[in-house]
């Protein structure tokens, strides 16, 4: 799948997020030129920020995510789910996909109990008593970057709770396999949505892991 193809695969499952009433907001996509054979397909973004985040994340994390709307997905939830690719030619040369699970028990119920939006329902009512409303849930970020690969930095890599968490993964994950994996454990009610199973299709992905990630516990799957 070129990146042009990509881009409007995932612009238009945002759409179908929100028709399905399980996301409250979702970005425009876009592919930009890096050089003469690489170019990156990620969210309009309001500024050229770094993608990385601190691990573990803190709150002012989130809210700073949240506030600059550099998500590519906003979940019912207060979810925040990234997606960036970078291509070189018509192949993945590396990406970057992320969930940042929301810090406070949010619902529907409280959205629409409030007149504005997500970021002022939060700031209004949940951080004036921090301590009884914090949640601890740490973000999850899939990386693929080959040409970083060492011992204990498999190619393909699974980050959670801390940065030396990197645990190896089978391959790339292409952008179904990942929204499958984020919406099978997280929003099950979105996974068994009928227009969901419509947009998503998977394909074996190439293994990239080394001998020494297969020495080591690591994440694995197949699609049926």
Not at 13 to 22: E, K, Q, R, S, V
Not at 52 to 71: C, F, H, K, M, W
Not at 143 to 163: G, K
Not at 190 to 198: D, F, S, V
């Amino acid at each position: 799948m070129s990146a042009e193809a990509l881009c409007r695969r995932v612009t238009q499952f945002g759409f179908t997020l929100l028709g399905a009433d399980f996301a409250i907001d979702a970005r425009q996509h876009y592919v930009e030129r890096l050089s003469a054979t690489k170019k990156a397909v990620m969210w309009v973004r309001n500024e050229r920020n770094s993608l990385i985040t601190a691990n573990p994340s803190r709150v002012g994390d989130y809210l700073s995510i949240l506030e600059r709307q550099e998500y590519s997905y906003l979940m019912c939830d207060g979810g925040l789910i990234q997606i960036a690719f970078i291509y070189d030619g018509r192949q993945i040369d590396r990406h970057r996909l992320s969930y940042h699970p929301c810090p406070f028990a949010i619902t529907r119920r409280d959205l629409s109990a409030f007149d504005g939006g997500l970021l002022d329902l939060i700031q209004n009512v949940f951080m004036s008593e921090l301590e009884e409303n914090l949640l601890l849930r740490s973000p999850i970020r899939f990386d693929y970057a080959p040409n970083a690969t060492a011992d204990f930095h498999p190619a393909s890599h699974l980050t959670v709770n801390d940065p030396s968490c990197r645990v190896p993964v089978r391959s790339l994950l292409q952008f179904d396999t990942f929204m499958k994996f984020i919406l099978e454990n997280f929003y099950i009610e979105a996974w068994q949505h009928p227009a969901i199973a419509r947009e998503l299709t998977f394909i074996q992905e190439r293994e990239c892991l080394s001998e020494h990630d297969k020495a080591r516990a690591y994440l694995h799957w197949t699609h049926r």
